[in-house]
């Protein structure tokens, strides 16, 4: 066990169970007072501890208005982000009972009813996140990064310049910077035309939805900023592009999401935009993640590209 894991676990006065992930942030589960929780040990400097704290009041504001999510759980000496070295931070939440609903990469289990069932599930818990956040008052001095037009499109996006991927060759980067300056002039059009936006989720991928007995759980708020609304129902729908049931999937999603929020059909036709967004953000997120001559940068660059060329085509 290392020292600034022995540190945080000092601090919650916690046992160490086991390591669930190591990814973004190490996340431990442990138990506190003799139940368990969830530990994480952030990727150092990828949030201040002001945005991290921000994070942790938004959910914790989530959890006080019924809203399924983790909640923060305080040290012994009553801080909910501390210090454990110069560049790491640690933070606990409260556990989360039941598994994913899928993984990233593998096909879904079920029919297509059953699979097109949870994701209008999926959809109304977005719309139920979007709804709850908006009556919330923010405290002083909250602070988020923004999945806004420059945070997505700009010419320092918040993962990273993607169309200086290694991994694409001149003609596809020449591609991804047109369907780039297409999809910058239709955002912003989109914007001034009233678009919804506010705090989102920012990765409800399969992975960061908790089943458990039929009731659904959001976790891993460490990616939420400030956006388009609609980019959290691209990102939800990215891993489902390649199922035989994507339309069925696709339409139970929205309607779930339309039955407790407002969403116009301008916003649906940009679906496939907003999804290439993600598409873009993920490939320059994954560059300084992985070898850029490798099979992950290339596949995350493949996907990009076929999202272009398709969003170009159409």
């Known amino acids: 066990m290392n020292t600034v894991l022995k540190q945080a676990l000092k601090a919650w006065g916690a046992q160490h169970v086991r390591m669930i992930k190591d990814r973004e942030n190490a996340v431990h589960e442990v138990r506190v007072a003799g139940k368990p929780a969830a530990l994480r040990l952030h990727r150092p400097r990828y949030q201040s501890a002001a945005a991290i704290q921000s994070e942790l009041d938004w959910m914790d504001a989530l959890a006080a208005k019924g809203m399924q999510v983790p909640s923060p759980i305080p040290t012994t000496g009553g801080e909910l982000v501390f210090s454990v070295g110069a560049d790491q931070l640690a933070t606990m939440v409260t556990w989360v009972d039941g598994a994913p609903i899928g993984e990233g990469g593998v096909p879904m289990e079920g029919s297509a009813e059953e699979q097109a069932a949870l994701y209008r599930k999926v959809g109304t818990e977005l719309a139920k996140l979007h709804n709850l956040t908006d009556g919330i008052t923010l405290p002083e001095g909250f602070t988020r990064h923004r999945w806004d037009i420059p945070g997505l499109l700009g010419e320092d996006p918040f993962w990273g310049r993607f169309w200086e991927c290694p ?11 047109r ?53 959290d129902l691209a990102v939800m729908m990215t891993q489902n592009v390649d199922e035989p049931a994507y339309e069925a999937i696709k339409t139970a999603a929205l309607a779930g999401y339309r039955e407790h929020r407002a969403l116009s059909q301008e916003a649906e036709d940009l679906l496939p935009m907003f999804l290439m967004m993600r598409r873009f953000a993920s490939m320059g997120w994954a560059v300084p993640r992985y070898d850029p001559t490798g099979p992950e940068v290339a596949s995350y660059t493949q996907k990009a590209v076929t999202a272009a060329r398709n969003f170009l085509g159409g």
Do not use: K
């Open 167 to 177: 991994a694409l060759n001149e003609d596809d980067r020449n591609m991804v910077l």
């Open 179 to 231: 369907a780039r300056a297409v999809a910058h002039d239709l955002a912003s059009v989109f914007l001034e035309n009233g678009a919804d936006f506010g705090l989102i989720h920012a990765d409800a991928l399969r992975e960061n939805v908790f089943t458990d007995n039929d009731t659904l759980t959001l976790i891993d708020f460490d990616d939420a900023g400030f956006g388009f609304r609609l980019y």
